[in-house]
Nanobody, 127 residues
Framework: QVQLVESGGGSVQAGGSLRLSCAASGRTDSRYDMSWFRQAPGKEREFVAYISRGGTGTYYAESVKGRFTISRDNAKNLVYLQMNALKPEDMAVYYC????????????????????WGQGTQVTVSS
């Protein structure tokens, strides 16, 4: 099993940037596909970005494509989400998640198969 802890959230002005980090511990000798999800108050959980276990494959939600970048450093057991040109609609609690199975394409967007989750970190964007 793996434990995940997010950090890097905060409050920024619209157009600003934040870099989120997700630190993995526990059974980190195994590699996992990982994603970032977000959830705003009163809304359902939304897919943001995905990265394959080797770091060579990525997917992004259309709403963040071109603004957000997901990356990972497996030697440090870290996954990052660089967020640029932030908009008020990006305001949410951001979660990192890992899955022990494989996925491809839109199948990676569904939160339900992810079996490890962090506690979340708040991102606030003021206009």
């Amino acid at each position: 099993q793996v434990q995940l802890v997010e950090s890097g959230g905060g409050s920024v002005q619209a157009g600003g940037s934040l870099r989120l980090s997700c630190a993995a511990s526990g059974r980190t000798d195994s590699r996992y596909d990982m994603s970032w999800f977000r959830q705003a108050p009163g809304k359902e959980r939304e897919f943001v970005a995905y990265i394959s276990r080797g770091g060579t494959g990525t997917y992004y939600a259309e709403s963040v494509k071109g603004r957000f970048t997901i990356s990972r450093d497996n030697a440090k057991n870290l996954v990052y989400l660089q967020m640029n040109a932030l908009k008020p609609e990006d305001m949410a609690v951001y979660y990192c998640a890992a899955r022990s199975d494989y996925c491809a394409g839109y199948g990676c967007y569904d939160y339900r198969p992810y079996n490890y989750w962090g506690q979340g970190t708040q991102v606030t964007v003021s206009s």
